[in-house]
């Protein structure tokens, strides 16, 4: 599986949107880009997942560059109950596993 | 709907000690995972299951045992407990080995000393 790039951390306020940058250079063909966050002590949850076009579902937009180098997790409005740690995982269709990073650790303050 | 259920949620036992993790799914996944996570670290892969009675090694096998008797549960065990298994253990379960996401378990978190 390719490796992912993010920041470390983000802060965002309240309402706004929070847009969430994911590298992943090395992504081949087949390789989807998968978004999951985990709440403080909670297990990951995921978010949203995409190959080449923009996605949206309740929760969350992923847009993916035309080259497929990077991608944007965008929250539309942001709350608190947001905050989280956000990995960005780039997964092959046919692989087992989910190879988590250390993640962008996004804060929302009032 | 419960999803993911992991018992117990937390656990204190001394070296060499034994011990098995429980994970229930009540979606009729075919495929479950477990993985474990210290502190500062993306989760790492322990076993997984692509169906009853099969088990698989993933990134970190050494020192655990994994059974998957049931479609519904899959088992990790610890025969001889160490200090550097102290973690939070998380259990996944997914439709299949494809594209669909994998849902998680709220983790036990297991100290040993």
């Known amino acids: 599986d390719a490796k992912t790039t993010q920041p470390t951390s983000m802060d965002c306020a309240e309402g706004r949107a929070a847009n969430l940058p994911c590298n992943h250079s090395t992504i081949s063909g087949n390789e989807y880009v998968y978004w999951y966050r985990q709440i403080h002590s909670q297990g990951p949850q995921y978010i949203i997942h995409?190959?080449?076009n923009n996605e949206t579902n309740e929760m969350a937009s992923l847009i993916i560059t035309e080259d497929r180098k990077s991608s944007t997790l965008i929250l539309p409005h942001a709350t608190l109950r947001d905050t989280a740690v956000y990995y960005c995982i780039v997964r092959g269709g046919t692989a087992s596993k989910l190879t988590f990073g250390t993640g962008t650790r996004l804060q929302v303050t009032l | 709907n419960a999803g993911v259920t992991q018992t117990p949620k937390f656990r204190v036992l001394k070296t060499g000690q034994s011990m098995t993790l429980l994970c229930a799914q009540d979606?009729?996944?075919?495929?479950m995972y477990w993985y474990r996570q210290d502190p500062g670290m993306g989760l790492r892969l322990i076993h997984y299951?692509?169906?009853?009675?099969?088990?698989a090694k993933g990134e970190v096998p050494d020192g655990y045992n994994v059974s998957r008797l049931k479609k519904q549960n899959f088992l990790l065990g610890l025969e001889s407990a160490a200090p550097s298994q102290t973690s939070v253990y998380f259990c996944?379960?997914?439709?299949?080995?494809?594209?669909?996401?994998?849902?998680f378990g709220d983790g036990t978190r297991l100290s040993i000393l």
């Open positions: 995409g190959l080449k």
């Open positions: 996944a379960s997914s439709y299949n080995r494809g594209l669909q996401p994998q849902h």
């Open positions: 299951s692509v169906g009853e009675g099969t088990t």
């Open positions: 979606m009729n996944h075919e495929y």
